[in-house]
């Protein structure tokens, strides 16, 4: 849930009762699960706002049911929200609150340790290494640009999405020019992600009451 005041947008405090009062504690109890990050990571870096998006373009293959649980928690618990797509009667469109905005430092220290301790792909790294690299002022800047698409502020002169996006498409092409001089046989597989969302999932039976 979120307050505007001033112009300025706060998030309200999610209370429910807990395992204990740890901030540790609370914080996993509300993201600790294997979906819910993964969900704010699309969003957040792939802008996949639709339901329809989130199944059919998830890296990690989400099934569609476990997609409307963990929207349904994560509206619940004030990290998302969710309105009417005015270009679309029957979609809804998802978008970021200021808590789950300022998700971003965590997930670029997440990025950050899985590019050292885990064997992520090069080019599902690159993001995380941009934001590693990028530092406090980028994340920022990226949290400024997140509150102009989702909560509706003005929008900041630089646009840290384009910039990882536009890294991950160099990557990816750089990956697609090996893989087509190694041969078909010597394709590399897929590996976990380290902080991004990319497409290329076989589209997923989508559940109506989510689209």
């Known amino acids: ?11 309200t405090k999610v209370t429910r009762e807990a395992r204990s009062g740890c901030p540790i504690n609370l914080t ?15 969003i957040m870096f792939g802008n996949r706002r639709h339901y329809g998006d989130l199944v059919r373009l998830s890296e990690e293959g989400i099934a569609s049911n476990i997609l409307a649980s963990r929207l349904v928690h994560l509206i619940q618990s004030g990290l998302l929200s969710r309105a009417d797509d005015p270009t679309h009667k029957q979609k809804a ?5 200021e ?43 990226f949290m400024a640009e997140l509150r102009s698409i989702h909560l509706g502020a003005p929008p900041p002169r630089r646009s840290v ?15 697609s020019r090996l893989e087509q001089a190694a041969g078909p046989a010597n394709a590399s597989a897929r590996q976990p992600s380290a902080l991004s969302a990319l497409a290329g999932q076989t589209p997923r039976k989508r559940s109506p009451r989510y689209r």
Request: net charge positive; with cysteine.
């Open 1 to 11: 849930m979120q307050v505007v005041h001033n112009g300025a947008v706060d998030s």
């Open 28 to 42: 996993l109890e509300m993201l600790g699960d294997r979906w819910s990050l993964i969900v704010i990571r699309d």
């Open 93 to 97: 469109i998802y978008s970021l609150t």
């Open 99 to 141: 808590a789950s905005i300022q998700l971003v430092p965590l997930l670029a220290h997440m990025g950050a340790w899985g590019c050292r301790h885990t064997s992520a792909s090069s080019e599902l790294s690159i993001r995380a290494q941009l934001l590693q690299k990028g530092g406090e002022r980028m994340w920022k800047a």
């Open 161 to 175: 999405s384009t910039e990882l996006r536009a890294a991950f498409e160099r990557a990816s092409a750089a990956k």
